[in-house]
């Protein structure tokens, strides 16, 4: 099962991380993604088996996408021209 949420959790931590991360860490993001999604797809079904994993899922999702738009929304702007000079 590919969990969406798996996704939007390492875009979360990867966009925490700065965009200068190196492809190692990277993929060790991919890998703890991976093993999240394996241990959620497996486990919770057996904790409940009523509990709706998509839904969850959705939810998580939404929440981590929320987180990053949040970081987005609350970053410092960036200076469009840094190199212009003043006017005189």
Known sequence: MDLKSIAAL???I?????KSESAAVKADIAIAGTA???LASTLVPRLDPA??????DAALAKVFGGLSDLK????????ANSDASPAA
């Open 51 to 56: 509990l709706d994993l998509g839904a969850v």
């Open 10 to 12: 390492e875009t979360l």
């Open 36 to 38: 999240v999604s394996l």
């Open 14 to 18: 990867s966009d925490a991380a700065g």
């Open 72 to 79: 987005a929304a609350i970053a410092p702007p960036v200076a």
